[in-house]
């Protein structure tokens, strides 16, 4: 079984701050893992994701994140806020010898301060 | 890029009838594809896996009789809540991807129950 722990449920930064959000996984197999944006209303939108290769994902927005075995985590990061990154942001796992079933973490709402 | 999409977008129902909400793949073939509950709030709840040509493998604690799901084409599930009360309420979304480390959401539908 796969499981995701997204520390903080709200999050507020600075506009122009270091962005960090923070993601643990659990899975018994090496997983793949995800970070997705949601804006009000709206459905999910990848940000970015790790399958294999190098441990430094870049995704879309600025955004970026690293995988850490060690650690189990998939941290989200961005050097500068931007106040049109206000949404909320779901960490996902998956196993790659599955059925592309998804497993979410229960999100971090990132509020950006003028 | 890929695009699913979802119709739609909103409905309001009284409570006892039942609602169709329809899920497309619009640029290539899924023969999987997923639907997800999310309350106010709160993270995505996977409800069932849609199979293609085959039964929709549901998640435990979700009713299939109440939460009828029909994949009778490579491009389209259909997703129908049955009898409809008002604690089914909530935000439905789906997904569908062309490979296993690739989910495109749609941009859900978001159902109230009178």
């Known amino acids: 079984a796969q499981s995701v722990t997204q520390l903080g449920s709200h999050v507020s930064v600075s506009e122009g701050a270091l962005v960090l959000l923070r993601c643990n996984y659990s899975?018994?197999?090496?997983?793949?893992l995800f970070w997705y944006v949601q804006y009000p209303n709206q459905g999910l939108q990848l940000l970015l994701k790790y399958t294999t290769g190098a441990t430094l994902v870049k995704g879309i927005n600025g955004f970026e994140a690293e995988f850490k075995k060690s650690e189990t985590s998939f941290h989200l990061t961005k050097p500068s806020a931007h106040m049109s990154d206000a949404a909320e942001y779901f960490c996902a796992v998956s196993d790659p010898l599955g059925n592309e079933k998804l497993t979410f973490g229960t999100g971090t709402r990132l509020t950006i301060i003028p | 890029g890929a695009v699913v999409s979802q119709h739609p977008s909103w409905v309001i129902c009284k409570s006892g009838t039942s609602v169709k909400i329809e899920c497309r793949s619009l640029d290539f073939q899924a023969t999987t594809m997923f639907w997800y509950r999310q309350f106010p709030k709160q993270s995505l709840m996977l409800m069932a896996t849609?199979?293609?040509?085959?039964?929709?493998?549901?998640e435990q604690g979700v009713e299939k009789d109440k939460f009828l799901i029909n994949h009778a084409s490579l491009t389209l599930s259909t997703l129908t809540v049955t009898s409809a009360h008002p604690e089914d309420s909530s935000f439905y979304i789906c997904s569908a991807g062309p490979s296993t480390d690739t989910q495109y959401f749609g941009p859900g539908t978001r159902l109230t129950v009178l």
């Open positions: 849609s199979n293609e040509g085959s039964k929709a493998t549901y």
């Open positions: 899975s018994s197999v090496p997983p793949y």
